[in-house]
């Protein structure tokens, strides 16, 4: 590899910790705001020339699709969206955005390359007795849910994370905190996805 000058050696130290932390490179944007560039095409032009001297491959048109031959990272991750919001509390609107990936391990979340994968930030304390707290970010699959899956629903129109349960043959949405109370729907329940894992930060 050629040698690169001091700001090219601090934005691939930058990619490298990245991986580390999330499993996916810093897209070109993450980089301009990381090192101050006046625009996108900066962070680009770094790229290009950590390409050129051998430090990073870069497949063209993806924005985190390139990978440094010193830290690769590991065929199970894959980039899982962060669609925003969901309340562990009382239902409300859901906040959406787009644009965010998390990094997980599909092999520790059982997941294959034909699940239909999300992710969302919880707000409150209704799930807590399920080991789910405020600020975690829980892992869900599209899928039907099975009686005593958690679940991210919509409820008569507004958003909630709660368990899935039947009770005869009827279902409704249950907490895991003494002080919130069960979520029957009047009209409709329509479940958006399936938990199959959670990750916390540690502040």
């Known amino acids: 590899m050629e040698p ?16 580390r932390k999330t499993g996916f490179p810093p897209t070109s944007r993450e980089i301009q705001t990381q090192f101050g560039f006046r625009s996108q095409t900066a962070a680009m032009n770094h790229l290009r020339a950590l390409e050129r001297k051998g430090a990073i491959h870069r497949t063209p048109g993806k924005a ?6 010193a830290a690769k990272l590991g065929a199970d991750f894959r980039a899982v969206p962060l669609l925003g919001t969901i309340p562990a509390g009382l239902p409300v609107d859901g906040e959406q955005q787009t644009g965010n990936d998390l990094g997980v ?9 034909s699940s ?14 399920a080991q789910i707290a405020d600020g975690d970010t829980v892992i869900l699959v599209k899928r039907p849910a099975r009686d ?13 994370l709660k368990r899935y349960t039947v009770r005869k043959g009827r279902p409704y949405l249950k907490a895991e905190n003494p002080l919130y ?6 009209q409709e329940l329509v479940i958006q996805g399936v938990m199959v894992g959670l990750v916390r930060r540690w502040s």
């Open 116 to 129: 239909d994968v999300f992710a969302l930030k919880v707000t409150g304390d209704s799930m807590v007795g």
């Open 64 to 69: 985190r699709a390139l990978t440094d031959p």
């Open 148 to 160: 005593q899956d958690i679940v991210a629903a919509l409820i008569d129109g507004e958003v909630s």
């Open 105 to 113: 391990d599909s092999r520790f979340f059982g997941l294959d390359g």
């Open 4 to 19: 690169l000058t001091g700001r090219q050696q601090k934005v691939l130290d930058f990619i490298r910790k990245q991986i």
């Open 181 to 186: 109370p069960d979520l029957i729907p009047a």
